[in-house]
């Protein structure tokens, strides 16, 4: 789902000017900062599936956009937010999003689902010292297949890491039902990565991280069914 979607918001970009090449153009690029996703259904092999996708303004550094999945009947599949940021590829600044965020690409369409917040603001259990408490779960190499046109790890491969993280045994039937991530930090060929779970008691929700000596490079929270 997450490579669905982010072919979608590529695609978006593109016929709206602001597509990677034209963003490279500029000495610029976007950069996935936070997600959230809700997840009613998944399609089955050979289902037909329709993805949509809209700029969803700007909030403070970030630029906003929405996405949903619909199945051939029109019964929402999954919806989602995504936060970019804008970034300098020389300075590796950040950039204002109304730099290239115009007027016209403005929409009142509201959010696939009312409760989609990206990030993880207010939920507890990252904390540095709080490392201890997950459990290893694998490790893994960032490959040459891994990175994107910005010289890092995709953020589809980091989605995958943070859900496979937590073991097949505590998914209870196995239907993944929300992923709420954040990234932090760049992560680069060749750097050797712990992924890392614990579960939020009580609770059927699970933390994740993707970690470098020590330094949470991105973190996330899924909730299984």
Known sequence: MGNFFQE???DSASTLGIGMEQM????????????DI???GLPQTGDDV?????PNGTDRIYAMRCIEMIDAQGKKLAGASYAYLVVDIKSRKLVRP???MTEAM????PLPFADLEPGLHGVAGFEPEALGSFTDSFLVMAAPRHIDNNGHVNNAFELNWLCDAVPLE????GNLKRIKIEFNSEIKMGELLKVKWKRCEGTRDFLSVVERDGQILCRG?????
């Open 38 to 40: 809700r997840i009613e």
């Open 170 to 173: 505590e998914r209870g039937a």
């Open 98 to 100: 109304e730099r290239i």
């Open 50 to 54: 329709i993805l949509r996708t809209w």
């Open 8 to 10: 979608a918001a590529g």
């Open 106 to 109: 403005k929409t009142d369409r």
């Open 221 to 225: 929270l899924t909730r299984w069914e």
């Open 24 to 35: 490279f153009a500029q000495g610029l690029t976007w950069m996935l900062s936070k997600i």
